[in-house]
DNA sequence: TTCATTTTTTAACATTTGTAAAATTTTAAG
DNA sequence: CTTAAAATTTTACAAATGTTAAAAAATGAA
């Protein structure tokens, strides 16, 4: 899921059965055919877990830790979406069609995560009707969130969106450096820090 | 879809089954099955097909015309997206969640729709999974278009945005009003009169 | 065509945000 | 605890965008 921290932000952890019924009630038989799929895998702060420039083969599924998205551009790197626990860390083209993408996900903590393969994923999608439905619910709450950000960014101030996104997500700046948090806004981090400033 | 016009903007029509085929091979009998839940409509340039305030029963698939969807805010509308031939107008969360939504969809040009039940069509996500993934596509090529503008919006001057916006849609001037381009890029119609004052 | 209405552009000034560089604070390693 | 590195804030100035109001152009109905 791209952004949410909101439920269960503070947990120390979820389990793959947490982070499955976030998005929809599956049946047990389909979250077995998940679990068989599987793999738990942990990384380092700082990790470089999935790149644009790459087809990438795997999804995960975040039960400990912060990730954040970020794409390359001329004038440096764009952060546009925070992952934490519960939410679903993957570079979007290489999920949706299968080609390289536009952003790399970096941990911004040490990071327990539940790998699963995208081909095995699909190949579920087209054999069970509850997965595909979950599948589909996934992607529907990441567009209404994308596209709320969206509007936000259309018409809110720079101080507005500092301050929704901080009273929606308080914990974001105990794990956040400022710098990616200002490159999510949108604004540069003196920008940021003039906003923080006037709060004073 | 949210935001296309590419491929068959151009077409003075389209099909149901034009559309249907954009996102997803269906099979003739999930084809028929949705053809059995659609009705053709029109409506006059000018009418309001759904309101942010209510939880609509309806998404339309546009066969021919122009449409956009817009929020309103305390500083007035924001147009976040335009629909054209082949594009599926629908209020975000009536469609997803079953409840009010943030936008309303209004006709910028006289159109031919094919209204289809949302519920009617949920009905067939669980009895059909070739209509469940068809659903989940439609969802993911929508989730990335909207994640590509959110980036730009986050670095990329509103000159790019619009140079951008016109070359991949160019019969858009044509048929949109600027001051809901202006909106569409996130600036104020004299932002928009300078950008385009400076490129002559 | 003519006239009223709507849309778009232009002008003037205020505000916001960006950039570059320096100062300060925080973090983390030894 | 001390020190070097990294992150954050501050300052000064430049550039971009917003707001308001007026002028010009385009549109559409009679």
């Not at 269960?8 to 047990?28: C, Q, S, V």
């Not at 380092?44 to 790149?51: E, F, M, S």
């Not at 994923?121 to 069970?128: G, M």
Request: aromatic letters at 10%; charged letters at 30%.
């Amino acid at each position: 899921m791209r952004f949410t921290l909101g439920d269960k932000a503070h947990e120390p952890f979820m389990t793959l059965d947490d982070i499955l019924d976030r998005f929809y009630p599956l049946p047990d038989a389909s979250k077995q055919a998940i679990r068989d799929l599987v793999k738990d895998v942990r990384y380092p702060k700082g990790h470089i877990l999935l790149t644009a420039d790459k087809v990438e083969r795997y999804i995960y599924f975040i039960s400990k830790g912060m990730v954040r998205a970020y794409a390359d551009t001329p004038n440096g790197q764009v952060t546009f979406w925070f992952g934490a626990e519960g939410d679903v860390a993957l570079t979007m083209n290489s999920y949706i069609a299968g080609q390289t993408s536009y952003e790399d996900i970096e941990l911004l903590e040490d990071c327990n995560l539940y790998r699963i393969d995208i081909k095995k994923l699909k190949q579920l999608y087209q054999q069970d009707i509850h997965l595909a439905n979950w599948g589909r619910k996934f992607t529907e709450r990441e567009l209404v969130r994308t596209e709320e950000r969206l509007i936000a960014m259309q018409f809110k101030t720079a101080e507005e969106r500092y301050t929704d996104l901080i009273n929606k997500n308080p914990d974001l700046l105990l794990r956040v450096q400022l710098g990616h948090i200002a490159s999510y806004l949108g604004i540069s981090q003196v920008s940021l820090s003039r906003i923080r400033a006037a709060r004073r």
